[in-house]
């Protein structure tokens, strides 16, 4: 097996406002290989966004936010660098894709000028090799007539062409791993299924490891090759995809699973599609024990209210899971009587 | 673009029109008049008065006197000072460069230190420079001009006899250096003000754009520091602060009124006020439609500026 591309030990975020210290991700541990798609699955507040501006450091910096643990990237330990020398990094390294396409351009400068720029500040190139470059990427995320569009403002661009470009600025570099924060979460449906399709593609032919950060599992049965769940800053459920989406272990996972609406119950079966009851506690104020048994309907008073419980592997298929319950006999729905 | 010039162009002339008529209007209206000055001569008849007014013109109901002033305005033809029966606008004229002197050193002084105390502050901020400049520029904003100037003509000049006190040149002298050194104080202190004024507009307009996601977005290609400042932060942060320079346009004669007075200097602000003292209509007309029409070529260049700095404004 070939060496992880990225590697994340023990990754944990604090931030500090008004004398305050909030930990939003507490410890958290994986590895991506080249060519595979991770995916970080979770409700909004979970940490999952935290997390993977955690890995290009562009949180606030060090009084107001700390990160320790290690993140390695190709052996350099992210965490260590100059600010300097993380800036070499981010676009030859790690790219990053965003989920606002509409904000994340800026206005006043042409999509062409702003793609040159993400290469012109890492690599010797001529003009009009940058130029090329830019009409290749373009053409490459599917943009028509490149040459002409690359002089275009981002203004005169629909959301999804504005998020092709920010693809394009983040492939400019070939890096080794693309970190995807919720790409398609504001795009229309049909929009959303191309660009799934177009970071798959390019992911085929450039072997990148990518790091896809959604809330909707209706894309991670799309895309991912492994899944995380991630909930109140720990990981609570992690493996393959398959084996996740049968057999999820985890209630949040299955809470989830339940919660995406599916082309094919559509009249087949009524009744309302299912739903997580509760928010995703503060962070200033995590319960006792494991993070989910106020909302669990599967919690156990005096057990699950008490001990928080490890990541665990369940039955050897790399699948690990974050529940005092997860080795018990898997109960149906319907039969389930909550203790 | 041309259709919005030619909207923005009419809608100029039509403020002017009423600035005129409202300014014309208020003027004639006000007690004294130009009469009155000829009216202390001593030995001076009720006859040789009315006789004045007719030579003048001012025995013509208001708005014919307007309609006549207003035509002549068109063509060029000011009217002449009372004082001294020169051209009104050749009046202006000798007075305006001098105060576009001094008026164009305080202004880059004020953009250049206003801006990079701004950004500064902003990149900064909540740091001890931050907090400095913070209260240096609301000690600024509070200190009355004329008494800011008279403090520093007190120390520089009486005290320490580094700068003269007033004037634009030594009568003389008048080399570069001579006029350089007359400028310091005055500018110095008009800029005082601008620059604080400048500096908060500037580092809120950074603060918004420091937030914005695009700034990250640079940041997350890996660009070097100096180049997201320049580049995402500073060149959009810049796009409010044209139209604010495009309303200082007018200040030009309102701005330096204060200051002028304080240092004697030669400009329009003087010309004003010492037009007002002598009654002399022509020449306050005068500077009252100069003072219109900069407002609203500072506003039209203002649009035209931002239109050509920001791309959401121009194509959409």
Redesign the interface.
């Given at each position: 097996m070939t060496d992880p591309v990225l590697s994340v030990r023990d990754l944990r975020v604090r931030f500090r406002s008004g004398g305050r210290e909030t930990q939003v991700v507490h410890g958290v541990d994986f590895d991506i290989r080249g060519g595979e798609t991770l995916a970080l699955v979770g409700e909004s507040g979970s940490g999952k966004s935290v997390t993977s501006f955690a890995l290009m450091r562009l949180l606030p910096e060090a009084p107001r936010c700390r990160i320790s643990g290690s993140v390695r990237i190709g052996g350099v330990e992210l965490l260590e660098l100059s600010e300097r020398r993380m800036a070499a990094i981010r676009g030859p390294r790690i790219a990053m894709i965003f989920q606002e396409p509409l904000t994340s351009l800026n206005p006043v400068h042409r999509v062409g000028d702003q793609i040159a720029e993400a290469i012109r500040f890492h690599r010797r190139m001529s003009r009009s090799a940058i130029r090329a470059r830019v009409i290749e990427l373009l053409s490459m995320v599917g943009i028509p007539d490149p040459a002409r569009r690359m002089h275009a403002y981002p203004g005169e661009m629909s959301g999804g062409m504005r998020q092709r470009v920010v693809i394009a600025m983040a492939l400019a570099l070939e890096p080794d791993l693309l970190i995807a924060d919720e790409p398609t979460t504001a795009l229309d449906v049909t929009v959303q299924a191309q660009i799934l399709e177009l970071l798959k593609d390019i992911q085929r032919r450039t072997n990148m490891a990518m790091l896809f950060i959604t809330h909707d599992f209706g894309v991670v049965a799309e895309i991912a090759d492994r899944v995380m769940v991630m909930y109140a800053g720990r990981i609570v459920e992690g493996g393959e995809l398959a084996e996740v989406l049968s057999s999820p272990r985890m209630p949040y996972t299955r809470g989830l699973l339940g919660s995406v609406p599916r082309f094919e119950d559509a009249g087949l079966r009524s009744g309302p599609l299912g739903t997580i009851e509760g928010f995703v506690p503060s962070p200033d104020a995590l319960p006792q024990g494991c993070a989910f048994h106020p909302r669990c309907p599967h919690a156990r008073p005096g057990l699950c209210d008490v001990d928080l419980p490890d990541l665990t592997a369940v039955d050897g298929t790399g699948h690990r899971v974050r529940c005092l319950r997860a080795s018990e006999p898997l109960a149906t729905e319907n039969t389930e009587v909550p203790a | 673009m041309i259709r919005f010039l030619l909207h923005r162009t009419l809608q100029g002339i039509v403020l002017i029109l009423i600035v005129s008529m409202i300014g014309f209007a208020v003027i004639n209206l006000a007690p004294g008049g130009p009469l009155s000055q000829y009216a202390l001569t001593p030995g001076i008849s009720q006859a040789d008065l009315e006789r004045i007014a007719h030579q003048m013109g001012l025995d013509r109901p208001l708005p014919i006197q307007y309609l006549d002033w207003l035509s002549k305005l068109i063509v060029g033809d000011w009217g002449s000072s009372y004082r001294d029966q020169s051209p009104v606008l050749s009046v202006i004229w000798r007075h305006m460069w001098a105060t576009l002197l001094l008026m164009g050193c305080a202004t880059v002084i004020s953009v250049v230190l206003g801006t990079l105390i701004g950004v500064l502050g902003a990149l900064r901020r909540y740091s001890l420079f931050d907090y400095v400049a913070t209260v240096g520029a609301m000690i600024a904003l509070s200190i009355p001009t004329f008494w800011f100037g008279l403090i520093a003509i007190f120390f520089f000049s009486l005290e320490l006899g580094w700068l003269p006190a007033g004037n634009m040149y030594t009568v003389g002298d008048q080399s570069l250096g001579d006029y350089a050194i007359h400028l310091i104080m005055p500018s110095a202190v008009l800029a005082l003000v601008n620059v604080a004024i400048w500096s908060r507009y500037m580092r809120a307009s950074t603060l918004d754009v420091m937030d914005?996601?695009?700034v990250?977005?640079?940041?997350?290609?890996?660009?070097?520091?100096w180049?997201i400042i320049s580049?995402?932060i500073v060149?959009?942060a810049l796009?409010p602060m044209i139209t604010l320079a495009g309303l200082q346009l007018p200040t030009i004669i309102g701005g330096a009124l204060v200051t002028e007075t304080v240092f004697t200097w030669p400009g329009l602000g003087r010309l004003f006020i010492d037009s007002l003292g002598y009654n002399d209509y022509p020449v306050i007309m005068g500077l009252l439609m100069f003072s219109a029409i900069l407002t609203v070529v500072g506003n039209f260049l203002a649009d035209v500026g931002v239109a050509l700095?920001?791309?959401?404004i121009r194509?959409?």
């Open positions: - | 914005q996601d695009y990250r977005t640079a940041r997350a290609k890996g660009l070097p520091r180049r580049a995402h060149r959009n796009i700095a920001d791309p959401r194509l959409g």
